[in-house]
């Protein structure tokens, strides 16, 4: 919430907009996630769609998002700002863009919808 207030005055949270549930690591920090959970967290590391013990799968968490992501950008009469969390987005700019990129902390990332989904717009020079 924090930075959607700084972007903006008013806003509307969307729960499908939410980061993927990540079960036994829900909560902890990295430290104690590195700790408890030693090989999974190396592991992770080289492939971050690997999903810790109990968690919201990757399948589940991406058609949530996407939904809401459509839902949000059917109802918008013009541009729309999204913000979430970069585990979910990573995600979402996968299927969008079909190749892996993991966002960095408050990068803007511009996307297009029309009712054929979203596309990201080739830059131009």
Known sequence: M???RAICS???VLDGLRE???GQWEGLSFPEIRQNYPEL???RGGDPRLQPPGAESNEA???RF????EDAARRSP???AVVAHGGI???FLERVTGRWYKPRYCEVISLVWDDSGFYQREETP
Request: proline share 0%; no cysteine; charged share 15%.
């Open 2 to 4: 924090e930075t959607a």
């Open 10 to 12: 008013e806003y509307t």
């Open 20 to 22: 993927l549930d990540y």
């Open 41 to 43: 967290y190396a592991a």
């Open 61 to 63: 968490g991406l058609s």
């Open 66 to 69: 996407s939904a809401a992501m």
């Open 78 to 80: 013009g541009d729309l």
């Open 89 to 91: 987005i990573a995600l």
